[in-house]
């Protein structure tokens, strides 16, 4: 990597001051056909659809196809956002546009001691004029006990994430904030909850179905890493791998999917020989990898305005971003201790 820690990081360009212009408009779009048969975009002409598009609304920052088959249309100002509601029909192909469900928005950590006493409504009042749509206390259990942390998850109605926010008198800088991993308590597999779950009963402690895991004694067994330890663990290899696919989802503003490929591709699986374990880390460029290139040309369902330069990864070390992990709430690390850490990190790479 060629950039050194003290210049901005690729992302820092998404990322903007209160002071500056904010979006308050929704600049995602997502463009469906209305169609009896299901027909969608995928076999449209692409010079029909940007043709439409930019006669309607001028230039749009971007578009894309999704893998539904619907437009996904980044906008750049509030008169283009206006324009593209109105929209009817793309030439003759009638079609509806709404605001993206998710991408308006985005989500940021700060912490603050003086705001322990305040409840999450009068927060959320208060910071309503800078786009705060939600505020979520980050709790701890600890000795059966639900304890308030001074952390608190901020929902903005932008997809850009302000550096800072004002809370009274007190400047706040604001971190972007990484969920944990979703892990499923009936089958353990990532990314589901149990009452969406389509799997068997696996115990959390020795990885056999039909059991679960309060009275077991058996043997400690991942289900997902295959390794010696419980699959509620944070040493396990894929909790740790999944926590870095949402890191680059959101650090990046990219799919699940492609996030999930740039990590498995520069990421050995245990179990893969020394050999090709090497090769991949040896390789002279990430363009030799099939995935990667695939990604980087042509993501089908993601946004990549926002997509870094392949060669810029790994992300993790912008220091512009610097990622604020949750802890399960459940667990009973001392989750006040990892935020803070998080949050001395980021000052000094801010320095
Ligand atoms: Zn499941
Ligand atoms: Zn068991
Ligand atoms: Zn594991």
């Avoid at 003086?114 to 959320?124: A, D, G, P, Q």
């Avoid at 179905?209 to 699959?231: I, L």
Wanted: aromatic letters at 6%; glycine letters at 6%; charged letters at 25%.
């Amino acid at each position: 990597m060629s950039y050194g820690q003290k210049k901005p990081g690729p992302f820092s360009g998404q990322r903007t001051d209160t002071n500056s212009k904010r979006n308050n408009f929704p600049t995602f779009f997502v463009i469906q056909r209305i169609s009896n048969c299901n027909e969608t975009f995928h076999g449209v002409s692409p010079f029909l659809v940007e043709k439409s598009i930019t006669g309607s609304v001028g230039d749009a920052k971007s578009t894309k196809k999704l893998r539904s088959g619907d437009l996904l249309v980044e906008v750049e100002s509030s008169k283009q956002a206006k324009e593209i509601t109105k929209l009817k029909s793309l030439s003759t192909i009638p079609v509806t546009v709404k605001p993206h469900a998710t991408l308006n928005s985005s989500k940021g950590v700060i912490s603050c001691g003086e705001l322990l006493n305040e409840s999450e409504e009068k927060i959320t009042e208060e910071l309503k004029s800078q786009g705060v749509t939600h505020v979520r206390r980050i709790t701890i259990r600890r000795d059966g006990q639900l304890l308030n942390t001074k952390h608190l998850i901020l929902t903005f109605d932008s997809n850009k994430l302000p550096e800072h926010i004002k809370a009274g008198y007190m400047r706040l800088s604001v971190r972007t904030y990484i969920p944990n991993p979703l892990r499923c308590f009936k089958c353990q597999r990532f990314g589901h909850s149990k009452t969406s779950c389509r799997g068997t009963l696996t115990c959390a402690r020795c990885a056999e179905v039909g059991h679960e895991s309060t009275d077991c004694t058996r043997t400690e067994k991942c289900v997902n890493c295959k390794g010696e330890h419980t699959s509620f663990s944070r040493n396990c290899f894929a909790w740790k791998q999944e926590k870095e696919i949402i890191s680059t989802k959101i650090k990046n503003q990219i799919s699940y999917q492609e996030a999930r490929k740039l990590i498995k591709s520069r990421t050995p699986t245990p179990g893969n020989s020394y050999v090709s374990a090497v090769k991949k880390s040896t390789a002279p460029s990430t363009q030799t990898n099939p995935d990667v290139s695939i990604s980087s040309n042509k993501p089908p369902d993601s946004i990549a305005r926002a997509s870094p330069p392949i060669t810029n990864l790994p992300i993790l070390s912008s220091p512009s971003v610097s990622p604020v992990i949750e802890e399960t709430l459940a667990s009973p690390d001392l989750t006040d201790f990892t935020l803070v850490k998080s949050r001395k990190k980021l000052k000094k790479g801010l320095a």
